[in-house]
Structure formats: C-alpha cells, structure tokens
C-alpha cells in the first residue's frame, strides 16, 4: 500500500532525496496525512517530520529541522523527504506513514499504515 524508495549511500554533507507512493486503489491519500520514520540499529524507531493532508501543517524533530523537507504531490498519491545536509547520525532505515489523524501519524505506536522501509546510510 505505501512503497518507499530513494535510500543509498552518501557522504556526510550530502542529500538524497526519499519518495513513498501510495496504491491508490486503498488510499484516498489526498485525505490522509503523512509521515517519515526512521530506526537506527540498536535504537526505537523515531519521529522524523509530518505533512497535514492539506500540506497547511508540516513537523519536524528538532534533529532535523532546517536540515529535512516533507512535502507531497497528491496527483501522484507520493510524499517526499529531501534531506540535505546528511550526518553520520542519520543513518538508519526510513519509513513512511500515513494516518487519517495528523496526532497520530507522528506517534509511532499509533501510526495506521507504514511502508516498506529504505535503508539511508551516511558516511563520516
């Protein structure tokens, strides 16, 4: 129902960018809000950023802010993650969420759809 895609290898400093489409045969995505995830080995998985369903609303961990982008295209049923400025300490495996609620979609135990994850992996 939701793919993620877009993960790889980069050097600190540098950007990729992540994308999650939706099936929309199951997903009214435009209604939905929508999420990033991430775990690091060892560690819970972690709020990264929200989008609110009318792109209105954005959240951030403040470990990302000014640093990650969340954005969406609900002609195309995908959400977005740009994130520049990689660190070593953002490597991890990313997951997209999706949520009718906008609280919820940002807690991990109550997100109601996730995707598949991608590995993001950024070296020193």
């Known amino acids: 129902q939701l793919q993620a895609s877009g993960g790889g290898l980069v050097q600190a400093g540098g950007s990729l960018r992540l994308s999650c489409a939706a099936s929309a045969r199951t997903f009214s995505f435009s209604s939905y809000a929508v999420g990033w995830f991430r775990q690091a080995p060892g560690k819970e998985r972690e709020f990264v950023a929200a989008l609110s369903y009318d792109e209105y609303t954005t959240w951030y961990a403040d470990s990302v802010k000014g640093r990650f982008t969340i954005s969406r295209d609900n002609a195309k049923n995908t959400v977005y993650l740009q994130m520049n400025s990689l660190k070593p300490e953002d490597t991890a495996v990313y997951f997209c969420?999706?949520?009718?609620?906008?609280?919820?979609?940002?807690?991990?135990?109550?997100?109601?759809?996730w995707g598949r994850g991608t590995q993001v992996t950024v070296s020193s």
């Open positions: 969420a999706a949520d009718r609620s906008q609280v919820d979609v940002r807690v991990s135990g109550r997100v109601g759809s």
